[in-house]
């Protein structure tokens, strides 16, 4: 697995134990993705924008769309 990929979700276990509540909707829905990913041994990334320690992306290592696609579906990939 991706070296940084248990910090970074580390950061957001703390985050979520500490009682701070996600800024939007849409970071809830990324941590929720980054747990799943996290419960499927999918290799990624959650990128927390600091210091406020928001999440605002996921990046994964290149994977089949056919492994991946289905918990991505719904996002949008910028480029």
Known sequence: ?????G???RVVRKM????????????TTLKELAETLQQKNIDHMLWLEQPENIATCIALRPYP???VGQYLKKFRLFK
């Not at 697995?1 to 990929?5: E, I, K």
């Open 65 to 67: 769309k056919e492994e």
């Open 1 to 5: 697995m991706h070296r940084g990929v």
């Open 16 to 27: 979520a134990a500490s009682g701070a509540e996600p800024q939007a909707p849409d970071e």
């Open 7 to 9: 910090p970074a979700f």
